[in-house]
Nanobody, 122 residues
Framework: HVQLVESGGDSAQAGGSLTLSCVASGHTDTDYCMGWFRQAPGKEREGVAVLDSGDSTYYPGSVEGRFTISQDNAKSTAYLQMDSLKPEDTAMYYC????????????????WGQGTQVTVST
């Protein structure tokens, strides 16, 4: 059973940066996908970055070039570096994990963290 704990959420000014962390425990799969998702009030949960066990990444157009997902296997930690933040990036951010190849839909991820809040102001 995988447990995920996010941290690093905070308030930031537009144009600023934040780094989110996700510590994973109980992870035994060698073929897996880690993802970062976000959900703003009244909106559906959306993916913002995924990274597979081969270090391939994918970003949607809304964050590509601004967000970077990475992992430190020695620390069992995934990161989301967020630069050039915009007010529309305000949301609860979640990390998630699934076995096998990366898929983009939240429903395809089995394990979820509790979320960390990011608020971007003008």
């Amino acid at each position: 059973h995988v447990q995920l704990v996010e941290s690093g959420g905070d308030s930031a000014q537009a144009g600023g940066s934040l780094t989110l962390s996700c510590v994973a425990s109980g992870h035994t799969d060698t073929d897996y996908c880690m993802g970062w998702f976000r959900q703003a009030p009244g909106k559906e949960r959306e993916g913002v970055a995924v990274l597979d066990s081969g270090d391939s990444t994918y970003y949607p157009g809304s964050v590509e070039g601004r967000f970077t997902i990475s992992q430190d296997n020695a620390k069992s930690t995934a990161y989301l570096q967020m630069d050039s933040l915009k007010p529309e990036d305000t949301a609860m951010y979640y990390c998630a994990d699934r076995s096998g190849a990366c898929l983009s839909t939240p429903e395809s991820f089995r394990y979820w963290g509790q979320g960390t809040q990011v608020t971007v102001s003008t």
